[in-house]
């Protein structure tokens, strides 16, 4: 799986919880620990000038300072530009900060070093800022109706690909039962949310994140329809159940930080 995007959604979900109460707790530092900065070496944040670009801070803890002392509550997640074939556009998608500066856009790039194969930190990522429109900000998703859409466009298409025997269908089945389990199951990206997060919270994040997985994996290998309107659909709802899975991606971050999940 890739990291960009659980990336993105640890670094506002961390920030929501440490902007609630700045003064209780130092910054946080995911480069050091976070699982998605496993293969990171370097993190920056830039804001690009006429002469050129401007740090703004390297690693995280810097970073959320610097939103403190501009005056940031809350950050957003911005994902729907985060497609679904291939490697995600640069700069279709990122980090909505509203500071004294205005709204900005924080768009992840990632850049390899030359290294050996074996370098186990070959990026560099940058955040680079963009100016962005308080009109093309649409409202934010809530949890419990991103939560509803995507268990249920998931649902259709484990019913549809099981109809026509595949067995990646059972996949599907047992990523809708993650919600199920509200978050009790480890599933190896809980540093993505902060520790003190609800379990509903976690449930919903969790399910995303596995329905992410199924959609890229190998299993998908034995998905071979000559028919060319049979695999029309099944792209079709397989992009459904992306674009509902980035809402509530989008609906994890607006509602992390808050006690009551559920009810953002």
């Given at each position: 799986?890739?990291?960009?995007?659980?990336?993105?959604?640890?670094?506002?979900?961390?920030?929501?919880?440490?902007?609630?109460?700045?003064?209780?707790?130092?910054?946080?530092?995911?480069?050091?620990?976070?699982?998605?900065?496993?293969?990171?070496?370097?993190?920056?944040?830039?804001?690009?000038?006429?002469?050129?670009?401007?740090?703004?801070?390297?690693?995280?803890?810097?970073?959320?300072?610097?939103?403190?002392?501009?005056?940031?509550?809350?950050?957003?997640?911005?994902?729907?530009?985060?497609?679904?074939?291939?490697?995600?556009?640069?700069?279709?998608?990122?980090?909505?900060?509203?500071?004294?500066?205005?709204?900005?856009?924080?768009?992840?790039?990632?850049?390899?070093?030359?290294?050996?194969?074996?370098?186990?930190?070959?990026?560099?990522?940058?955040?680079?800022?963009?100016?962005?429109?308080?009109?093309?900000?649409?409202?934010?998703?809530?949890?419990?109706?991103?939560?509803?859409?995507?268990?249920?466009?998931?649902?259709?298409?484990?019913?549809?690909?099981?109809?026509?025997?595949?067995?990646?269908?059972r996949n599907f089945d047992d990523a809708r039962r993650v919600f199920g389990a509200h978050g009790d199951q480890k599933t190896g990206f809980d540093d993505v949310l902060a520790l003190d997060e609800p379990p509903e919270l976690r449930a919903a994040a969790a399910l995303a994140e596995r329905?992410?997985?199924?959609?890229?994996?190998?299993?998908?290998?034995?998905?071979?329809?000559?028919?060319?309107?049979?695999?029309?659909?099944?792209?079709?709802?397989?992009?459904?159940?992306?674009?509902?899975?980035?809402?509530?991606?989008?609906?994890?971050?607006?509602?992390?930080?808050?006690?009551?999940?559920?009810?953002?």
């Amino acid at each position: 799986m890739r990291c960009d995007l659980l990336q993105a959604v640890a670094l506002c979900c961390h920030a929501n919880r440490y902007l609630v109460n700045p003064d209780d707790a130092p910054a946080p530092e995911l480069t050091i620990s976070n699982h998605t900065f496993g293969s990171v070496y370097e993190a920056v944040w830039e804001r690009v000038l006429t002469h050129g670009p401007l740090t703004v801070a390297e690693g995280t803890a810097p970073w959320y300072r610097k939103l403190v002392h501009d005056h940031s509550e809350r950050l957003r997640l911005m994902a729907a530009g985060y497609a679904y074939h291939g490697n995600p556009r640069p700069g279709a998608w990122g980090i909505l900060t509203e500071t004294d500066l205005g709204l900005e856009l924080w768009k992840p790039f990632w850049k390899p070093r030359g290294a050996h194969y074996d370098d186990p930190r070959p990026w560099k990522v940058v955040y680079t800022a963009e100016r962005f429109s308080r009109y093309a900000t649409a409202s934010a998703p809530r949890l419990d109706a991103s939560v509803h859409e995507l268990q249920h466009a998931t649902g259709e298409l484990a019913e549809f690909l099981g109809s026509h025997g595949w067995s990646i269908a059972r996949n599907f089945d047992d990523a809708r039962r993650v919600f199920g389990a509200h978050g009790d199951q480890k599933t190896g990206f809980d540093d993505v949310l902060a520790l003190d997060e609800p379990p509903e919270l976690r449930a919903a994040a969790a399910l995303a994140e596995r329905c992410y997985m199924e959609l890229h994996a190998e299993a998908w290998r034995e998905v071979r329809p000559e028919d060319d309107g049979l695999r029309a659909t099944i792209t079709g709802r397989c992009v459904t159940v992306w674009a509902c899975l980035l809402r509530t991606f989008e609906a994890v971050v607006n509602a992390s930080g808050i006690d009551q999940a559920m009810a953002a």
